[in-house]
């Protein structure tokens, strides 16, 4: 079974800017999460979609969006980059959510 | 609410000694607990979860975790550490039904020493 694939794996972007990054989950998988890790603030939830739909939201503001098509494949867009937004951003994929979550490699995205 | 704090931002030990952990959390609901590992430039792999069922969870390269609900605790072990456990882990809480958000701790770097 191949694994979580984001693309692309290394993005720069200039402030103001806009982004959209791609995940692609586990076959079979319907709900995919999101996360920003930066060295000052670690790990944090960003949302989560499941069926197509936002069933979670992290506390980040409304520049970070999000969608998943009927196939399961999610992208997160963010608006109006900021030199903070620089971070590794992974997706993770799971069966139902709430429970263990696979992780793709991550895009990693330096603003500049 | 939930919280995670895991006690030691980094833990040194020598190839073949044990090597331990610590995790605390918080949660108003029965916790789900998971340990995640992060190898260098690359996302992150599950080691172990424990989701209300026994309290020592054995996970995958010989890692396993105790939850002590009286000491809200969930710390990770290993009886042995090989020079290929040098890794960032994390320990991740979430809630069990109702709504999934996880709350990650800050992780713990795993210096191991030949």
């Known amino acids: 079974k191949a694994g979580v694939t984001q693309t692309p794996r290394y993005l720069i972007k200039t402030r103001g800017q806009q982004v959209t990054l791609s995940c692609s989950p586990i076959?079979?998988?319907?709900?995919v999460s999101w996360y920003q890790q930066t060295p000052g603030q670690g790990l944090q939830f960003l949302f989560e979609y499941f069926s197509e739909t936002q069933r979670n939201k992290g506390n980040f503001p409304g520049r970070f969006s999000g969608r998943q098509f009927s196939n399961s494949r999610s992208e997160m867009n963010v608006s109006t980059l900021e030199l903070g937004d620089s971070a590794l951003y992974l997706c993770a994929s799971s069966p139902h959510g709430n429970t263990e979550a696979f992780f793709g490699q991550g895009t990693r995205l330096t603003v500049v | 609410a939930q919280s995670v704090t895991q006690l030691d931002s980094h833990v040194s030990v020598s190839e073949g000694t044990p090597v331990l952990l610590r995790c605390n959390y918080s949660s108003s609901y029965s916790p789900s607990l998971f340990w995640y590992v992060q190898h260098p430039n690359k996302g992150l792999q599950l080691l172990l979860k424990?989701?209300?069922?026994?309290?020592l969870v054995k996970g995958i390269n010989g890692f396993e975790a105790e939850f002590k609900k009286s000491e809200t605790s969930f710390h990770l072990t290993k009886p042995s550490a090989h020079m290929s456990d040098a890794a960032e882990y994390f320990c991740?809480?979430?809630?069990?039904?109702?709504?999934?958000?996880?709350?990650f701790g800050r992780g713990t770097s795993l210096i191991v020493h030949p």
């Open positions: 991740v809480v979430s809630t069990t039904g109702g709504s999934y958000i996880p709350t």
């Open positions: 424990y989701t209300s069922a026994a309290t």
């Open positions: 076959s079979g998988h319907r709900s």
